[in-house]
């Protein structure tokens, strides 16, 4: 099966970049989702197709994925994005979801 | 503007079938795919399958043949059921919109609205 790594944590001060790495084999080949998730939350889409932002997210979110690792950018990390984020990718026709990271905005 | 409203029981025996309706308010059932995502407590987000109206399915190896989506589209609902739950399905289930780019390959489709998800627990 396909697998999607991220670090379970991070911690960064406000204002400050945040940087969440999702790493898999040829990652890069195919597009990636960036799901944030709250506390008690359903997840909301931040990025998809790699770097695209739906309506209403902050321009502070950004993506991008290349070779092995898809990328997700929060520049000027707010307390509000404390939260957990969930990378997704297809592997052919399956929906993979990498394990998560919990952002710490302190 | 779409949204997506979870229902059903809350609480399921061991062995038996989970059954959950997603209701679509605000757009029509037949414009896109739809996905059930379930979470575990604590756990990442696990997904199970789509469908689409014209009665196109594919669904998890995690839940192997225990799975069955299904559409109405006159209701405008999609359905899940899983037979022969265990302790192991005890999850948040979320349905989802999944946006299909035409003409693109699946690896450009993206999941865009999300229910408020529904908790499973199976208990006897």
């Known amino acids: 099966s396909y697998d999607l790594s991220q670090p379970p944590s991070l911690s960064v001060s406000p204002g400050q970049t945040a940087t969440i790495r999702c790493t898999g084999d040829?990652?890069?080949?195919?597009?990636a989702s960036w799901f944030q998730q709250r506390p008690g939350q359903s997840p909301v889409l931040v990025i998809y197709?790699?770097?695209k932002r739906p309506a209403g997210i902050p321009e502070r979110f950004s993506g991008s994925n290349s070779g092995n690792t898809a990328t997700l950018t929060i520049s000027g990390t707010q307390a509000m994005d404390e939260a957990d984020y969930y990378c997704?990718?297809?592997?052919?026709?399956?929906?993979?979801f990498g394990g998560g990271t919990k952002l710490t905005v302190l | 503007q779409v949204e997506l409203q979870e229902s059903g029981p809350g609480l399921v025996k061991p062995s038996e079938t989970l059954s959950l309706t997603c209701s679509v308010a605000g757009g029509s059932i037949t414009s896109s795919y739809w996905s059930w995502i379930r979470q575990s407590p604590g756990k990442g987000l696990e997904w199970i399958g789509y469908i689409y109206h014209r009665g196109s399915t594919k669904y998890s190896p995690s839940v192997g043949g225990r799975g069955t989506l299904s559409l109405d589209a006159s209701k405008n609902q999609f359905s899940l059921r899983l037979s022969s739950v265990t302790a192991a399905d005890a999850a948040i289930y979320y349905c989802?919109?999944?946006?299909?780019?035409?003409?693109?390959?699946?690896?450009?489709?993206?999941?865009?609205?999300w229910g408020r998800g529904t908790l499973v627990t199976v208990s006897s």
């Open positions: 997704q990718a297809w592997d052919t026709t399956i929906a993979v």
């Open positions: 197709e790699d770097k």
């Open positions: 989802v919109r999944l946006r299909n780019i035409l003409g693109a390959t699946l690896s450009h489709w993206y999941f865009d609205l």
């Open positions: 040829h990652l890069g080949d195919n597009f």
